[in-house]
């Protein structure tokens, strides 16, 4: 099975276990790698914009606790943005409004590290 297979299993995976929108692994410089986002939705803005939100995390945990970046949920008035480090990729999970966030974030961990031995971890 193919890197690319494997992801996209991962998140299918994963939109069985929870109830999400979409999801995608994302490679760390901004491109998509596999997207099970929705069809409407701008994928190459999500994965740039995921790419970077996931950057300037990195370094404001750097820079204010002198720790490691683990995951950021974006709330917005329409629904949540989980993004999770899962070594050399990134898991973006969307959501509708007011998700069961421990459920999700214990399951996007759980792929996340599926992902590092897909991926490498880094």
Do not use: Y
Not at 12 to 17: A, I, R, V
Not at 29 to 56: C, D, F, H, K
Not at 83 to 108: D, F, H, Q, S, Y
């Amino acid at each position: 099975m193919s890197k690319v297979e494997e992801a996209t299993k991962v998140l299918s995976d994963l939109e069985d276990k929870i109830d999400i929108i979409g999801s995608a692994v994302i490679r760390r410089n901004g491109l998509m790698i596999v997207s099970a986002l929705p069809s409407e939705s701008n994928q190459r803005m999500i994965a740039a914009m995921s790419a970077a939100l996931l950057g300037t995390s990195k370094r404001t945990a750097e820079a204010l606790f002198d720790g490691k970046f683990k995951s950021l949920n974006l709330e917005i008035d329409k629904g949540n943005m989980f993004l999770i480090g899962a070594g050399r990729v990134i898991l973006v999970v969307l959501t509708k409004e007011e998700p069961n966030i421990g459920l999700i974030t214990l399951e996007m961990e759980v792929a996340a590290e599926e992902l590092k031995k897909v991926f490498g971890d880094l």
